[in-house]
């Protein structure tokens, strides 16, 4: 159950909710600003990032466009066209099954796996760098809020 502020602290801070909803939004789309920026250094979109790290996870199995899509942040991705730019890009590559003719097989290429490779090993940087003016500690407090946030 959420708290509720109390008369005084409402006459103190009448906006309180608003003003958290505005101050997250803000800083999420500063850190999106950042990762475009980080990602388009490596001709990626984060969504494209995030389909050859999920391809990466299934290893030597193909993985299906409905595994990759539950494995997307945003739901609203459109998978198909992530997996063609991927595709024309040499990263990924995508077969009909041999069992389910309907089922396509995607998988992650060699370039595909060097440039994650390589883009992994900068987004530890990248991920300091945002987080910089924070102690560790702060840093576990913001991300056990920001869990907290999400929950239903």
Do not use: C
């Not at 041999?98 to 990248?126: D, F, P, S, V």
């Not at 840093?139 to 869990?147: A, F, G, P, Q, Y």
Request: glycine share 2%.
């Amino acid at each position: 159950m959420r708290y509720m502020l109390s008369r005084k602290e409402k006459k103190t801070n009448p906006n309180i909710d608003e003003i958290t909803l505005i101050n997250l939004m803000l800083t999420g789309n500063w850190i999106q600003e950042k990762n475009i920026f980080f990602f388009k250094e490596h001709q990626l979109s984060y969504q494209q990032y995030l389909v050859l790290k999920t391809l990466k996870i299934f290893k030597k199995t193909p993985a299906s466009l409905k595994d990759i899509h539950e494995k997307m942040i945003s739901k609203m991705s459109n998978t198909t066209r992530l997996i063609d730019k991927l595709k024309a890009k040499g990263l990924v590559a995508r077969k009909h099954g041999k069992l389910n003719k309907r089922k396509t097989e995607i998988r992650a290429t060699k370039k595909g796996l060097m440039l994650l490779a390589e883009i992994e090993e900068l987004l530890n940087i990248h991920a300091v760098e945002i987080t910089k003016n924070l102690s560790i500690k702060e840093v576990l407090i913001i991300n056990e809020l920001l869990d907290k946030i999400r929950k239903d």
